[in-house]
């Protein structure tokens, strides 16, 4: 399984920014799918994820703001994030729960809102 996270850049406050996440199979082999972040010094935390069934759940810190959503016919996962502030700065990296219970990881993609 391979996922390939793209979209980061920088931003302005208040900007918006479109993550993609695409993935080698197919999007339905995953139980959940999901958006972590990392900045410098921080833990790693989850954003937001999707289910296999579509459900949704986000950090307090994005809800309203972020949206996950995702393209079975193409295998991606997005994460559409609106309003950025600059403690949304971070490393980006998408996440695949397996059915099996195995999780992948894709290559970060970086983050930056700055005036």
């Known amino acids: 399984v391979q996922l390939q996270a793209s979209g980061g850049g920088l931003v302005q406050p208040g900007g918006s920014l479109r993550l993609s996440c695409a993935t080698s199979g197919s999007i339905f082999s995953f139980k959940v799918m999901g958006w972590y972040r990392q900045a410098p010094g921080k833990q790693r935390e989850s954003v937001a994820t999707?289910?296999?069934?579509?459900?949704?759940d986000y950090a307090d810190s994005v809800k309203g703001r972020f949206t996950i959503y995702r393209d079975d016919a193409k295998n991606t996962v997005f994460l559409q994030m609106n309003s950025l502030k600059p403690e949304d700065t971070a490393v980006y990296y998408c996440?695949?729960?397996?059915?099996?219970?195995?999780?992948?990881w894709g290559q970060g993609t970086q983050v930056t809102v700055s005036s």
């Open positions: 996440k695949a729960e397996m059915w099996s219970g195995m999780d992948y």
């Open positions: 999707i289910t296999s069934g579509g459900w949704t």
